[in-house]
Structures are given as structure tokens and as C-alpha cells.
């Protein structure tokens, strides 16, 4: 385990390789994405503070996420170690539940409902990170999602 300094745009971990670890966020920014045959990115998670980053791959077999920092960091670096994520299970299960949560919304909600889901899940980062980012994360084109929002806006202010 060591705490590491992590620069903006700074990649901790590329698709392909081995022997990946887990990220937990003391300060900073961090997301996991892929990027696909058409060289898009995909935006599978963000790690503000206190939130914990990583493929769920075993470290044997090579990772299919990216994982990169959207702000300077200050991450602590742990291998990765079922025995301690048995002993977690408090954490295990949070990380569970919003990805179940984030499934059932790709599946079954319209952008305006993936946005508050977003804003929801993510409260202290939705004005830290781009727009762009955040349609990607959503499944939306960012268009959809400007639209969304000024929906969203005009519907409360009636």
C-alpha cells in the first residue's frame, strides 16, 4: 500500500494490462472508461473522494478499463486482494449496489431520469466534470443531454 500524487490527465491504468490495482481516492478525481472500435470513449465510473477505483478483473487476466485522473489527485495504491475485499464487504456492497442501480437506469429511464440518477449518485461532481463526460457516462450524445437539462430546468421553474 503507498499513497501516490496523480497529475491531471495522467493515466493509472491502460486497457491490455496485468497486475492492476485498486485506487482509493483521498483528494482529486479519478474515472474508468473504455474506448471502442470506433474510438470513442466509454465512461464506466467516477471516483470522487473516499470512493474506491478499479477493473474488477483478476489481476491475472488483462483489464478491459482505462483508468485516468480528471483532477490532481492523492490516491492510495492497494493490490488487488479478495481475502481483504471479503473483509470489506460494507464497501463491496456500496460499489455493487450503484452498479446495479446504474444498470437499471441505462435500461429503463429516459435522460432526464439518467441525469438525476447522475446527479444523485455523483452530487459533489457534477459541476467538476465535462459535459461531454457526463453524456458519455449517461449513454446520451451531449446534445440529448443539453436538451435534457434545459427540459429538466424549464420543468421546475413552472
Request: glycine share 4%; net charge positive.
Amino acid at each position: 500500500m503507498k499513497e501516490i500524487k496523480v497529475k491531471k490527465g495522467e493515466i493509472l491504468q491502460r486497457s491490455g494490462e496485468l497486475n492492476t490495482k485498486v485506487y482509493y481516492i483521498k483528494s482529486g478525481l479519478l474515472r474508468s472508461y473504455s474506448i471502442d472500435k470506433n474510438g470513442r470513449e466509454n465512461i464506466f465510473m467516477f471516483a470522487p473522494e473516499n470512493w474506491v477505483i478499479a477493473d474488477t478483473n483478476d489481476p491475472k487476466i488483462p483489464s478491459v478499463l482505462f483508468i485516468d485522473a480528471l483532477e490532481d489527485s492523492i490516491v492510495t495504491v492497494l493490490p488487488k486482494d479478495l481475502e481483504r475485499e471479503k473483509k470489506n464487504i460494507a464497501a463491496l456492497t456500496k460499489r455493487l449496489h450503484v452498479l446495479q442501480n446504474r444498470i437499471l437506469m441505462l435500461i429503463s429511464s429516459n435522460a432526464i431520469e439518467r441525469y438525476e440518477h447522475f446527479v444523485d449518485t455523483y452530487p459533489s461532481i457534477v459541476q467538476r466534470v465535462p459535459q461531454r463526460m457526463i453524456a458519455s457516462y449517461l449513454g446520451v450524445t451531449p446534445e440529448t443531454l443539453s436538451a435534457a437539462k434545459n427540459k429538466r430546468h424549464k420543468d421546475r421553474n413552472i
